[in-house]
Structure formats: C-alpha cells, structure tokens
DNA sequence: TGTACATCAGTGAACGCGCGTTCACTGATGTAC
DNA sequence: TGTACATCAGTGAACGCGCGTTCACTGATGTAC
C-alpha cells in the first residue's frame, strides 16, 4: 500500500487507450441506452438482457455496478450532461440569433442525441422514484440557468425571481414536451417533424409577445 | 342457443345488483390502479401481483382479461373517461369565471382522482407504444374540443384552425405538467402545492396575455 | 528485454424464485319445469 | 315453492422459463526485478 502514492500516476486514463474494464462498462451503459430506444422502460430491463447485449456473461456485470439501479443513476448522469451541454448551445443561439434559431438547434440535438433523449423522457415520468428525481433535481438546474439569462434581457431585467422563475419553467415545459412528440413520430416522415417544429416556434413566439406585457396587466 | 334470443333480458346489470363476475373484474381494475399508485410503471406489474392484490388465484385473471395488456387499455380507456368530466368541468369553469377557477378546479380534481392521474402521468411517457398511442389520441381529443372552445372566444375569434390548435396544446401542456408536478410531491405538504398551483395560474395568464397581440406582431 | 508474480475482468455452473399459462376440478349462481 | 340441470366464476396443482445472485475458476493485463 505504501508503495502506491509514490508517484502521481493514479489516473488510468491518462495512459492512452481506455482500459479492457472501462471498455465493458461502456459497452453495457450503451447496451442499455440501445435497448430503451425502443417500447420498453429502464425498470422492465434486466441485468442479463443488458449483459447479453453488451456481449459478456451475466456475472460479469457486477465488475461494474452493483445492481441495475446503480446502472440507471449513472446513466441519468451521463445523459444529462450531454443534455446540458445541448441546451446550452441552444439557449446561446438564442441570445445572438432569433427563436427560430434555438428551435432547429434543438431539433437538430434531439435527432443527434436521440437515444439519450428516448431515455430521459421515458425515465422522467414513468421511471422509479430515485430515477425521477435524479432527473428532476438536473431540470431544476436547467430551469435556474435560463432564468438567469432570462434576467440579462431588457423585457425581463426587473421582473421578480419568481416571475423569472415561472416563465423559464413554462420555457422548458414547451421544450420538453416538444422532444417528446419528435421522439414519438420518428419512422413516419419528416413532415410531421416539421410540424412540431412549427409549432414549438408559436408557442415560443406567443410568449415571448406576452413579456412587455406582464404585470401592467396581472393584479 | 335458439332458446337465448326470446326475451329482450341480454343485459345483465339491469338485474340490480352487479353480477359477482362484474364484481370481480373491478377488483382486478382497482387493484391494478392502487399497485401502480406507488413507484412502479404498468408494464413492471405482473398477472401474479394484480391478482393477488384483488383476492383472486392467478387463473381466475382470465376469466375477465386475455392478458394484461388488455388490463391495461381498459384502465386507459376507463380513466380517461374519468378526465375528460373531469377537463370538462374546468373548462367550463373557465367559462363562465376566471382562470384561476379553472386552475383550482383542476386541482381539485388531480387531488380527488389521485389515482388515475398516477396511471395517466406514468403510461402516457413511460409506458409500452400501444398504451402510450391511446393516451395520446385521447389527449389530442382533448386539446381539439378546447380549441374549439377557443374559437368562441372574442380574443382568438378570427384566429387559423392550426393556431388555435397550437394555442390549445400548450394550454394542455401546462395542465399535465402542472398535474405532475402536484403528483410528484404528495406527501411532503400543501404549501409545496400551492406554489405549483399558482405558477400553473401565472402561466395561463401570460398566455391570455399575449392573445390579443398575436399575428399583429408575428411575420 | 525477459521472467515471476499479483491483480482483476470475464467465465460458466448452479441455486432458488416468481413468473405466465395449461388443465381438470369444484362449487356457487341462475334457469326450466 | 321445490327439484334437476346448465352455466360459468374461481380453484389449485403443475409446467417450463428467465430472472438475480453466489461461487470457484481461468486467463489476460499490468508490475517488479
């Protein structure tokens, strides 16, 4: 043991390739992302049918992970940060360009990104309770960020945090909500892509004509 | 066979009390949606568990369904039969008095019909296709009535069929996930409910805000 | 560079368990006379 | 009202299966000298 920090090694991933085991265990996180593309959720996966897919014994799962639920914690974590970086990128398309602009950036990161979103939207709702808020706690962030931004516009600067709040997570819900239905129609034509697309564009437009006008109305 | 069509009788239920096979059917139905008010999905629920929860042999299942799929699009259909009096209900709340009727309306009935909100909320993402696609087509039955709705009102009265379509969704939009998130914190206490139920009616007046702005602005 | 050894990722057999589904059955409910 | 019979909801044993998890193992990768 004394013999171990002798140097500044330690990292095992500064040594070039990734090693056989991290290899595995990727192969089994993507193992379980290819798998939940399709109808089923993450709770009705099991431990040999992500092994089986991920080409190695059963047994050699727990090299990895103690259990499938540490499996789907570490895939929540993985997938959000994907997904963060995504919605940043949108959300500075939007500061520079119009909203259109953040839309199709969107779009785009949806169809790219399309096995890490399948996962998120199915796990947010229909996902075991740990799952659920492991996700949640991550959207929060989302939400707090953009009210942030939102802060920095001249038809919101001097709105209350509530207020700022309130409009990012209506922001967001209209961004969700739009993921889904692009994941749901994805075999049929791109027209019905684009009609979503459109249509998440009104919705965002609308709001944001909405803005100069709130709280001169309101009570 | 000949003898079964002379009288008009046929119908069962008129006999008064509900037959014992009817009796059974709704235990299995009721034990399914009390199952599924905790953590677990439908599709993570087994024949087994469902029938053991309503006091029956596994086998007797049959007798009422072919397999639990069946189970389940009954649920699905039941209870959004359930939603849509109770959607109706709220908008005519709207009607006839404000938004922030409607919206306590709604809480009302998420609050009352805890259960088949439960199943709804987790089907309608994270279910298998086949559940999910009946949810969605009875959610896009509810946003057309709502448009239609709309189209009575004097501040979208000349306003496209595909806007008000628009309009409608992200109304709805706002209810499932205002619905959801009163679902997520159920235990915890009411003060977290409020807050959800009033940024809920903070949105749907941004929205009624930006109404008479819309298309004059725009392209 | 070459050999000896330690570490550790992956193997394969085995276990007990809950599952969906089948089958022949029992006994209660409803009907005909 | 009373008896004989048909229907059909619910029973309980049995099956083969995939599951999660255990264990002792093998053989490849990495380390020390």
Redesign the pocket.
Known sequence: MS?HDDAG?GDESA?GRE???Q???LALQNAALRLLEGDKSFSSL????VA?EAG?????????FA??KELGLTLVDETMHTLRDALQAARAQSRENTLGDAVASLARQVQTQHLHFCFIARELYGGRSAMRQAIRHEIDLFVRELALDLSRHKETENWSAEDLQMMASMLINILIATAEQMLEAPTRRPQAENAVIETAEKQLRLIALAAPHWKSAGR
Not at 46 to 49: A, I, N, Q, T, W
């Open positions: 013999e090694r040594d090693s056989r085991g290899r595995t265990r099991s431990l040999r049918e089986r190695v014994v059963p047994t050699a799962f727990y090299r990895h259990d499938m």
